[in-house]
């Protein structure tokens, strides 16, 4: 039986030109194999290592005013190990430190699994800088398939303070801002109650939780600005989805971004993360360098 044929007419002097039905099919079937081709290669090859620098500005009438302008630097879930090695590791350190933040706080998951050897890691991770110090919690997959010490004893040779369950202040002229982080909620005992004992509750707070959904219970507590990571917002988002149906339990109500608390001046932000786990590929949702600058209201 003959091809059928269809019609396409253009403008201009092209006049009218006939393809066949088969060649028509042929051509789609090509166009969409190419397209997945090219989003595949997209995928695995461009937005995973296509970093993002966030820069926001929030706002508090409690900071204290020396502290006004302070610059912090959040990362997370570096997941050293799974498609990120110290050649990576040491581009995005490189970018970091051109942001001259005061404080970095990591919020957790340095290792994707107890099996990797996270040695290389520790001189790269040792160059970042910050004059206030460097300070990091744990995150659930430091306690995959080994011990919690092995990403805090990682930490420390790399410069770190590791907080779990406790604070440090950060003093300047006579005026103090507390730093606090919390056990990973899988692998330990968080505990805001122990963490925050000592602490003033009108001292400004920053509290660090690898999971962002601890922050339905941060937020009834005298805490001004929660951040975490662990969702990797999604790794891979749907366009008309508000949120990726990949998101991780205690990763699921606020998976990505700045959020506020009605009745509260209680902030979140929760970090999409350097690196990735189980899937190697991310879509619509770049790896996340954050820096956040801390400004007194009373100044802006």
């Not at 990362?75 to 005061?102: C, P, W, Y």
């Not at 001004?224 to 989805?241: E, V």
Request: glycine letters at 8%; hydrophobic letters at 40%; proline letters at 5%.
């Amino acid at each position: 039986m003959p091809d059928r044929e269809a019609s396409v007419v253009t403008g201009g002097n092209m006049g009218k030109h006939k393809i066949s039905r088969r060649t028509f099919l042929k051509r789609t079937v090509l166009s969409l194999f190419g397209l997945a081709l090219t989003g595949g290669a997209y995928t695995r090859f461009v937005e995973p290592i296509w970093f993002e620098v966030q820069r926001l500005n929030l706002q508090s009438k409690r900071l204290p005013d020396v502290f006004h302008n302070l610059r912090i630097l959040h990362i997370s879930d570096i997941h050293f190990g799974f498609h990120m090695n110290a050649e990576r590791l040491q581009k995005i350190v490189h970018t970091m430190n051109q942001e001259h933040a005061d404080v970095i706080c990591f919020t957790g998951d340095l290792i994707d699994d107890g099996f990797v050897d996270v040695s290389s890691a520790i001189p790269v991770l040792k160059q970042l800088n910050a004059p206030f110090g460097k300070f990091a919690v744990l995150g659930n997959h430091d306690y995959r398939h080994t011990t919690p010490e092995k990403s805090i004893d990682a930490l420390k040779q790399a410069g770190f303070i590791v907080l779990n369950n406790a604070h440090v202040e950060l003093q300047l002229q006579g005026q103090k801002l507390a730093i606090v982080g919390l056990e990973d909620w899988f692998g330990g005992k968080p505990n805001l109650e122990v963490a925050l004992r000592g602490l003033r509750d009108d001292q400004y707070k920053i509290l660090m939780a690898h999971e962002p959904d601890l922050a339905d219970k941060a937020s009834h507590y005298p805490v001004d600005l929660q951040l975490s990571g662990h969702s990797h917002g999604g790794q891979i988002r749907i366009p008309w989805m508000h949120s990726s149906p990949w998101n991780p339990i205690m990763g699921i109500k606020y998976p990505s971004g700045l959020y506020t608390f009605p009745h509260s001046d209680f902030k979140l932000y929760t970090n999409r993360g350097l690196g990735m786990t189980f899937m190697p590929i991310r879509f619509l949702c770049r790896p996340e360098i954050t820096v956040i600058t801390l400004q007194n209201s009373h100044h802006t």
